[in-house]
């Protein structure tokens, strides 16, 4: 949430970051993109997705198709429904 906020709202000069935080607040506003913060249990295909990349032995991994494991996650996410975190 704080790199989202620092993108989004700017920082001053003398941040340790600030060039590579200049340079993607400047990205956004030219192509008119907005950047925001979700948490994890709010996201869950992309914490599937997260799992799935970290169990994968090769650099790359293409996806074409819809793994069948994220289809649930897919429906829970577009209905907002969030799974109980053990």
Excluded: K, W
């Amino acid at each position: 949430m704080l790199a989202v906020n620092l993108i989004n709202d700017g920082i001053p000069g003398n941040h340790t970051q600030s060039i590579i935080i200049h340079e993607a607040h400047g990205l956004l506003t030219r192509t008119d993109t907005t950047l925001i913060h979700i948490y994890r249990s709010a996201n869950q295909c992309a914490d599937h997705l997260a799992h799935m990349g970290a169990e994968q032995e090769e650099d790359l991994i293409v996806v074409v198709d819809i793994p069948i494991s994220l289809t649930e996650f897919l429906i829970r996410d577009g209905l907002n429904i969030r799974r109980i975190l053990d």
